[in-house]
């Protein structure tokens, strides 16, 4: 699933091409990525004629906020993506959404798998309030962080990864992270010490800064693609995540892989303790 610097590349992609345009037209193909609408046509009609003030972002959601004062929330899932293509030119398979503006590309969700929706909301969009801080937006600081952490009893890792604590993290850069701060994953949150949470929200914040640089990471099935259907570059940079065999790049011992909190967590077994 796209983490944080996925979509914010897509976000950045999409407000460099489409922010002061027009929706003239909008069109749905599948009725499931507007599940939250009980009528999907009617919500889609309420796109058409509204212009794009800016897109936003929310963790791992895309918010295009209109000038009516709504927000269309985007969220890709497992296998969603938002493509370009010239108006009249072939659509992909898979194409649920397409919206047509004043001037310029369609702008497309596709999503083979259907985990992936759209949908209308509010200006404080709501349904998104449980989400806990922006790693790259809200400097909290080293010291903010040792008092979230403070007392927790939850490893490390699947804390990174919950989203109701800080947002955008997923199982890819929990790992590049925490290998890169030297902490293992399956510490006790509230175990670590100062210069350790130091190193993790350092390490936090240089991981997903080099990510959204790089414009994401792209995985051997190369489903994350960015508007032009390029794949990211960040992958050729991963320390740990999927490198299960290979030599850690900081001490040479060999990368391991665990099954942990419901999924394949890679960690070097020196490095970070």
């Known amino acids: 699933m796209p983490e944080l610097p996925e979509v914010e590349t897509v976000r950045r992609d999409v407000d460099a091409l489409f922010t002061g345009r027009t929706i003239v037209d909008a069109a749905v193909g599948g009725p499931r990525t507007l599940r939250r609408h009980a009528d999907p046509a009617a919500a889609v009609a309420r796109l058409r004629g509204r212009r794009l003030e800016s897109a936003g ?36 398979a898979h194409t649920h959404l397409v919206l047509t503006w004043d001037r310029g590309p369609e702008l497309r969700f596709v999503d083979p798998r259907t985990f992936g929706q759209v949908w209308l909301t509010s200006a404080a969009v709501p349904e998104l309030a449980h989400l ?22 939850t490893r490390i890792k699947p804390l990174l990864m919950d989203q ?7 199982n890819i850069y929990s790992d590049e992270i925490l290998w890169s701060a030297g902490v293992a994953h399956d510490r006790e949150a509230g175990s670590l010490g100062g210069p350790e949470v130091q190193a993790v929200y350092r390490s936090m914040r240089s991981v997903l800064s080099a990510a959204v640089r790089l414009r994401g990471s792209s995985l051997a099935d190369e489903q994350y693609r960015d508007l032009a259907g390029r794949i990211g570059g ?32 890679w960690y070097c077994p020196v490095c970070q303790h």
Do not use: N
Not at 141 to 152: D, F, K, P, S, V
Not at 164 to 170: C, E, K, P, S, T
Not at 247 to 265: D, E, M, N, V
């Open 57 to 92: 972002r929310r963790g791992k959601f895309l918010l295009l906020r209109l000038d009516s004062g709504e927000v269309a929330v985007v969220h890709l899932g497992m296998s969603g993506q938002l493509r370009v293509g010239e108006a009249g030119s072939p659509r992909q």
């Open 132 to 153: 806990g801080f922006e790693p790259l937006d809200e400097p909290i600081g080293w010291r903010g962080l040792e008092q979230r952490l403070a007392g927790r009893r």
């Open 164 to 170: 109701r604590f800080v947002a955008g993290i997923g």
């Open 234 to 265: 960040y992958q050729l940079r991963h320390r740990v995540y999927g490198r299960d065999g290979l030599p850690c790049r900081r001490c040479g011992t060999p990368i391991l892989r665990a099954k942990a909190y419901g999924r394949s967590t």
